[in-house]
């Protein structure tokens, strides 16, 4: 662990820099206290960074979960009884672990799960507009029972009586500079590399709150516009914050739905953060998925216990680890540790952050996750799978989120069925030894459901061995096989595997 400190613990500041707005957003769009993202932040990178096996995963909350709390709070009646529903999560994240069933996110298309993640970017962005604006009243958007039309007018109307400059302002600057300092001809200089755009944006946001209610009284912003984390008078008193579960319902069949909701788009976003986060690995170490799960489920049973937000991976703050220097968990373990540092040293300062700052940020999440690039691309990827992804996304946003994922679910798997009539590939050999020839001749039609097969196989091929994979009869390959091959051609030669692709250029892969 200790073998990079001179990068792992500069990449754990970077890390700690973008993931304390993050952590502070992701519980206002939760409708959680402000204070258990924070817990999330330490618990995601102190206890699962030490219980993890991935070397460069960094764990925190995450907006796809948010959505699942938000909805919970409501339904459970109280943050407290969403606590308990989430150490049952980790329970089940342990108990998928010791099962071994990491390789579960390998069975859900592509096109259903980036439906998932843009309808929660859409709701990210809708639930974040009154804190945007500083909206004084209630229920912005009104009510659509007298159609559409009357209940858009009803939302221009509230929003020129009830919203307030200042934070409307706040929140202007800040995508501003949210989107001036990611601009990639800034990128190109180390400064505007090492510094996140968010944690400038909170911190032009303190000075315009200070500016405001000093010289500006009529853009001054209210106590309930501002971050509210409680103040320590010491170490005893900090201890005393922390939130405990409330297991009153624990026979209530919805507290383990939402434990269920929880544990599902925990793991799946997890498994799919340490899957890309391995292929950013500059070392191409693989992290045991099983391991993964179990890591996760102590993180949310940790965090459940002490008032935190589920925790999960996290691919964007991975992503930074990485090119940051980051290469062991020493790294996500800083990041924690200095989360842990703040929140103890500075509440006062924390408490300057405006929440419209932090809507800011939130509106940039949500788009990323909901691009019109996304949709676009998408589109041009056929039928087969942009159907399948519109549908989840308008199934989500009518109904829920577990609805929404059956519904995609069932479009998904009813689209590829229809085409999926034959074996996906055929093996010449069911074990592989070292100097062998492997040679797989794909089937016509290879689809999303035989990644899994397809990605055991190429992992099981031994070193020094030749492989061949064969398309010359295929006129359909899914794109998650494509990404499959291609990652595995990028690999090869880290273990002296000789491949050949024939008839694999029509499908945008080259030798």
């Not at 899914?478 to 990652?487: G, R």
């Amino acid at each position: 662990m200790f073998s990079h400190v001179k990068t792992d613990i500069p990449a754990g500041l970077v890390v700690f820099l973008i993931a304390l707005p993050l952590c502070l957003g992701i519980s206002l769009a939760s409708g959680a206290p402000l204070f258990s993202g924070i817990i999330a932040g330490i618990v995601g990178g102190i206890v699962v960074g030490l219980a993890s096996g991935s070397k460069i995963n960094v764990s925190g909350p995450a907006a796809s979960v948010a959505l699942i709390v938000f909805t919970a709070i409501q339904s459970l009646g109280s943050f407290e009884i969403v606590l308990s529903a989430t150490i049952i999560a980790g329970i089940f994240q342990i108990i998928l672990g010791y099962i071994r069933a990491g390789t579960i996110a390998y069975f859900f298309p592509s096109s259903m799960i980036k439906g998932i993640l843009a309808s929660i970017g859409l709701i990210l962005i809708i639930n974040q507009i009154p804190h945007a604006f500083g909206y004084r009243g209630e229920g912005l958007f009104g009510s659509m029972e007298d159609g559409f039309v009357n209940g858009i007018f009803t939302v221009i109307n509230n929003i020129v009586d009830y919203i307030s400059l200042g934070p409307t302002i706040i929140t202007l600057v800040s995508l501003a500079i949210i989107f001036i300092w990611d601009q990639p001809a800034l990128k190109r200089h180390a400064f505007f590399k090492f510094v996140p755009s968010a944690l400038v944006a909170v911190l032009v946001s303190i000075g315009l709150y200070l500016l405001f209610n000093s010289y500006f009284p009529g853009l001054a912003l209210a106590e309930n516009h501002l971050v509210q984390l409680p103040v320590a008078d010491g170490i005893v008193d900090f201890f005393s914050f922390f939130t405990f579960p409330d297991f009153s319902q624990i026979a209530n069949v919805e507290l383990y739905t939402v434990a269920l909701s929880i544990a599902f788009i925990a793991s799946l976003e997890s498994l799919l953060s340490t899957e890309a986060g391995d292929k950013l690995d500059p070392y191409k170490r693989k992290t045991s998925t099983n391991r993964e799960l179990k890591a996760q489920g102590i993180g949310n049973i940790v965090s459940g216990f002490i008032g935190g937000l589920p925790v999960t991976a996290v691919i964007v703050r991975t992503s930074a680890n990485v090119t940051s220097g980051g290469r062991t968990p020493l790294s996500t373990i800083t990041h924690g540790t200095i989360m842990l540092i703040c929140v103890m040293a500075i509440p006062r300062i924390l408490n300057m952050i405006p929440l419209a700052s932090l809507s800011a940020v939130l509106f940039v999440v949500g788009y990323r996750l909901t691009s019109v690039t996304l949709y676009r691309n998408m589109y041009r990827l056929g039928k087969r799978q942009f159907v399948p992804f519109f549908v989840t996304v308008l199934a989500v946003m009518f109904t829920d989120l577990i609805t929404g994922i059956l519904i995609g679910g069932a479009v998904s798997v009813f689209v590829i069925l229809r085409d999926n009539y034959k074996t996906p590939f055929f093996v010449d050999k069911e074990s592989h030894h070292e100097g062998e020839k492997v040679e797989l001749v794909l089937a016509q039609d290879v689809t999303f459901l035989n990644k899994a097969s397809m990605m055991l196989t190429l992992d099981h091929v031994a070193r020094n061995s030749e492989v061949v994979i064969d398309a010359t009869r295929s006129v359909n390959i899914d794109d998650d096989v494509l990404e499959i091959i291609e990652e595995f051609k990028n690999t090869a030669a880290y273990r002296n595997i000789r491949l050949t692709l024939i008839g694999m250029d029509k499908f945008g892969v080259t030798a």
